[in-house]
């Protein structure tokens, strides 16, 4: 055993993914991830006919199929990556900390990682929930799964959680990085910035004050005390701290919302209906970042890099080119170093300037 008692812990915690592209794995996923009250924030009996009458009899075979289109030798590319940052990570920081990933649904377990951390003699936990902004389907279920699973036995363990990052500069610096010669060699005539969505409604439950989210239709534009929970404010600071970086003009770039389930109204722009928009205006050659993701996983490759591809074409674009998501580069692992040391204290005071008293970090 290479990681002796009293290490503290780092916990890495991603969504999830099935243990295989079939039918029957995709369900079991699909079915821990659905009745999430945080994902699907409906009375209990309509979360269980919604699911149980609607999503799991017909979703888990479509959705096997898009999987297995990207399935790699190795398995989930969400996990695959997510594994792959865990051991770059670890080879940084492993003196000082016991790393260990989880996914919030499906397998490696919160309960079975925190249990092994924990018989290695972690008493001290910091976690990283690896979403670049908040929202409550992702980090705030992430987070309170955690706190449940730690807070379980009779002594509670030290948690700290490292705040999400999405104006975090060597974040930022480190998707720019990745993206710039992707964008140069496609000859990009446009870069898209496709987020993943969220239902209106979670980003409304996040307004504290009650009184800014979709209130203008400026709202999100500026991240400031009265928004900094909301998840679109938060997207549309990691698109002005990559642009800025990357030096895209006004009207180079567009920002949409991807993945919208269910027939409730999710935050706009929707990715599907500005792909042909933005063919229509005379884009050729888009490139699409997708920087609410820190691994690729079904969401990038298959449903940007495959559907919204055809979708592009077919309405008259020449090419549309992925940009990878950050995976294991190593400007990413240093950026996850950083973070990590600052919330820990363990870098110099004031290490996170980006958050104190600037209104929009990534400016
Ligand atoms: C970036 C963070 C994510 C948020 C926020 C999020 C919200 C959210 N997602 C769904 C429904 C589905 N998402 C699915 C896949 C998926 N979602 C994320 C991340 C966020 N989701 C990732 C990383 C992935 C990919 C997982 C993988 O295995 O590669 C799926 C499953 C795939 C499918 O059937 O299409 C669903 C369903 C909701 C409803 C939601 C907010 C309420
Ligand atoms: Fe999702
Ligand atoms: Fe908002």
Known sequence: MNTPANKPGLLLVNLGTPDAPHSGPVRRYLREFLSDPRVVDIHPVGRWMLLNLIILPTRPAKSAEAYRKVWMPEGSPLLVYSRALEVAVREKLGHEYDVALAMRYG???IPDTVAAMRARGVSDFTVLPLYPQEATSSSASSLARVYEVLSSGWDVPNVRAVPAFHGHPSFLDAFAQVARPVIAEARADHVLFSYHGVPE??????????QHCFASAGCCDALTDANR??????????????????????GGFSVSFQSRLGRTPWVKPYTDLVLPELAKQGV????????????????????VGMRAREQFVEAGGESLTLVPSLNAHPAWVDAVVRMVRESDGAATAGASPWRQGAPTPSR
């Open 284 to 303: 050729k050659r888009l490139a699409v970042m997708c920087p609410s993701f820190v691994a690729d996983c079904l969401e990038t490759l298959e449903e």
């Open 201 to 210: 409604r979670h980003v409304r439950k996040t307004d504290t004050s009650g």
């Open 229 to 250: 929970h909301c998840y679109r404010a938060q997207c549309f600071a990691t698109t002005r701290g990559i642009v800025e970086r990357l030096g895209l003009a006004q």
């Open 107 to 109: 397998s490696p377990s």
